[in-house]
């Protein structure tokens, strides 16, 4: 049944229209995030430049006010001269506005001349002042900056002490009225609303540009240290905060370092980011504009391109449910119609690649995967039934039927699945060919179904290579108390090879008299040992060490044949064969032979 033309052409129209739209969108919102970001870096130095332009000038300030005080204390006190310390002290009142009163103190911490604004000056040994703050700290670091307090609860106030170059010049204590920072701060403006402020490290107020706050003896200082503490922890940059207003800002704030005040350069964020605003809906016109140009055009392209594309859908619905001979037709000379040729290419090349696919995961269940791939793409026909020269390879657990007799289960599962990694690695590695595991008994052929350069050093080298890899893993079954060994039987001889079986179950094998001799070697080997024909002695005794362990009667043979064992499995062991009756140790063992591991 064919579908309504409407859902089509609904969902093509909507791609085109993306297609227009998203791009659109997503440049808009580009260009607005770079432009905010460098908003924000251009807001940062602003505020930064603000902030650290009011930290010199408190720093100026105090600088300023310890150089007028340490002027006062530069020569030794003498007797009689506490009236000339007044007129210093009168003096510096009126060169520096922003000092109250003045307290001059004399070696021992006697105050020896007091000075005021709003107090009656005196002269005259005074009050002890040895265990004030200030004088402790004055001769401790020489400058003393205490902390803001409130005089009358409304003014802030803060003392500087600054003692002489030497210890009998004494010390002056200022008491220093912090309004006049008021013109610092009032002096910044950032914006058209926004401002600085100065917060000691209690949260307390120093400056506003707003007065009235400062004069409330530290009214709403949990605001400001809240302020100060999270904008403090941006560590120099500009962060988006709750001001102390509780209206939005972006403030940035820098220390005063002689006085460990905290500046803090604030904007309220309706006017920082009110450039972002204006492009924003310049912006969200364009893509308004964009919009209604994007429907127009999806609109007629949809229509232009209902019938193909519906072709194209069809088809690729089709290919998905593996219907690879489906082709399509579209004659519209122009892209459409090569579309279609290529797509029709394209269902080709899939059903060749899935047959392909499907014959080498064939091949690759009983094959070793290069070995597959090369089938693959050599003859097929090396599958079919035919006569070869092989090397066939039994490999046989010894102790095996015994150990599952008292094991459970899953330890028995556990065994195997390490003796078949090691024999199936061991394998592949070797580009032989794993017919089968039979329990824990395993045939390889060599030779077969790929021909191979001299199959019978290649096959005395991998079962040395799987002898070694099994007993290997037997290490870790004996330390588990599982004595279990391995021995590997190796015949060639004529065999014919083919695949086997029915109703879509093939197994490649190979039936012959060699199979049946390296299957009866293979039980004859004891653990670690490797037997070998005739015909693989003869073809491999200048490779190998080997040695005869004499004849034996094989079960379906007419006469005893003649045994051979590797005796040595490192490839660098000296080649040639051990007499029969020789010193080889061949005799003296029950087959003969002990094999050490591969070097």
């Known amino acids: 049944m064919t579908r309504p033309r409407r859902s089509l052409f609904i969902k093509y129209f909507i791609t085109l229209f993306v297609a227009v739209v998203v791009p659109l969108m997503l440049g808009s919102a580009s260009e607005a995030w770079f432009a905010f970001r460098d908003n924000r870096l251009y807001l940062n130095e602003i505020?930064?430049?603000?902030?650290?332009?009011?930290?010199?000038?408190?720093?100026?300030?105090?600088?300023?006010?310890?150089?007028?005080?340490?002027?006062?204390?530069?020569?030794?006190?003498?007797?009689?001269?506490?009236?000339?310390?007044?007129?210093?002290?009168?003096?510096?009142?009126?060169?520096?506005?922003?000092?109250?009163?003045?307290?001059?103190?004399?070696?021992?911490?006697?105050?020896?001349?007091?000075v005021s604004r709003v107090s009656m000056n005196r002269t005259g040994r005074g009050a002890d002042m040895s265990a004030d703050p200030a004088v402790i700290g004055?001769?401790?670091?020489?400058?003393?900056y205490g902390p803001v307090h409130y005089q009358r609860d409304s003014e802030p106030y803060m003392r500087i002490a600054v003692a002489g170059n030497r210890a009998a010049a004494g010390i002056v204590v200022a008491d220093i009225n912090l309004k006049l920072i008021w013109d610092i701060i009032a002096g910044i403006k950032i914006g058209d609303t926004g401002h600085a402020l100065i917060v000691d490290d209690t949260g307390r107020l120093v400056a506003h540009p707003d007065i009235s706050l400062v004069l409330r003896s530290g009214a709403g200082a949990g605001d400001f240290s809240r302020l100060k503490s999270e904008v403090s922890a941006a560590n120099g940059s500009a962060v988006t905060t709750t001001g102390e207003d509780g209206t939005p800002v972006v403030a940035l704030s820098v220390r005063a370092a002689n006085v460990d005040w905290t500046v803090i350069a604030e904007q309220p964020v309706l006017e920082a980011f009110e450039s972002i605003r204006a492009?924003?809906?310049?912006?969200?016109?364009l893509i308004v504009i964009g919009i209604v140009f994007a429907s127009v055009l999806a609109y007629w392209r949809a229509c232009r391109m209902w019938g193909p594309i519906r072709q194209l859908e069809n088809g690729v619905e089709r290919i998905g449910m593996g219907q690879f001979d489906h082709r399509i037709t579209i004659q519209s000379r122009d892209e459409l119609e090569q579309l279609a040729i290529r797509f029709n290419q394209m269902a080709e090349e899939l059903g060749a690649s899935q047959q392909k696919s499907e014959r080498i995961n064939r091949l690759k269940q009983f094959l070793a995967p290069q070995v597959a791939e090369l089938v693959e793409h050599s003859d097929q026909r090396l599958l079919d039934a035919h006569r070869r020269d092989v090397v066939a390879i039994f490999g046989d657990l010894r102790g095996f039927t015994a150990f599952t007799a008292r094991a459970e289960p899953d330890a028995i599962l556990a065994?195997?699945?390490?003796?078949?990694?090691?024999?199936?690695?061991?394998?592949?590695?070797?580009?032989?060919?794993?017919?089968?595991?039979?329990?824990?008994?395993?045939?390889?052929l060599v030779n077969a179904p790929v021909t191979c350069e001299n199959p019978a050093y290649r096959g005395v080298r991998l079962a040395i290579d799987m002898?070694?890899?099994?007993?290997?893993?037997?290490?870790?079954?004996?330390?588990?108390?599982?004595?279990?060994?391995?021995?590997?039987?190796?015949?060639?001889?004529?065999?014919?090879?083919?695949?086997?079986?029915?109703?879509?179950?093939?197994?490649?094998?190979?039936?012959?008299?060699?199979?049946?001799?390296?299957?009866?070697?293979?039980?004859?080997?004891?653990?670690?040992?490797?037997?070998?024909?005739?015909?693989?002695?003869?073809?491999?005794?200048?490779?190998?060490?080997?040695?005869?362990?004499?004849?034996?009667?094989?079960?379906?043979?007419?006469?005893?044949?003649?045994?051979?064992?590797?005796?040595?499995?490192?490839?660098?062991?000296?080649?040639?064969?051990v007499d029969r009756a020789g010193g080889s140790g061949a005799e003296r063992s029950r087959h003969g032979l002990?094999?050490?591991e591969t070097a």
């Not at 650290?52 to 000038?57: C, F, L, Y």
């Not at 108390?481 to 879509?504: D, E, K, S, W």
């Open 47 to 114: 505020l930064q430049v603000e902030a650290r332009s009011a930290a010199d000038r408190i720093q100026a300030f105090t600088d300023g006010i310890r150089d007028q005080l340490g002027w006062v204390v530069q020569f030794p006190w003498t007797p009689g001269e506490d009236d000339r310390r007044r007129i210093d002290g009168l003096r510096l009142l009126q060169q520096v506005p922003a000092i109250v009163s003045l307290s001059m103190v004399d070696a021992t911490g006697t105050e020896r001349v007091f």
């Open 138 to 144: 004055a001769r401790a670091h020489r400058v003393w």
């Open 279 to 285: 492009a924003l809906w310049r912006s969200l016109i």
């Open 415 to 444: 065994v195997l699945k390490q003796y078949y990694e090691a024999v199936g690695a061991v394998t592949a590695r070797h580009e032989a060919t794993l017919i089968r595991f039979a329990g824990d008994g395993v045939m390889v």
């Open 467 to 577: 002898q070694a890899a099994v007993q290997s893993v037997a290490g870790t079954w004996s330390a588990g108390g599982c004595a279990i060994g391995f021995g590997v039987g190796v015949a060639m001889g004529h065999a014919t090879v083919g695949t086997l079986g029915y109703q879509g179950r093939l197994d490649y094998t190979a039936i012959g008299s060699v199979v049946n001799l390296a299957s009866r070697l293979c039980s004859m080997a004891d653990d670690g040992q490797i037997l070998l024909d005739p015909i693989i002695n003869e073809r491999v005794k200048d490779s190998f060490a080997l040695a005869s362990i004499g004849e034996r009667p094989i079960k379906g043979y007419d006469r005893a044949l003649e045994i051979f064992a590797v005796t040595r499995m490192d490839a660098s062991a000296p080649t040639g064969r």
């Open 594 to 596: 002990t094999l050490t």
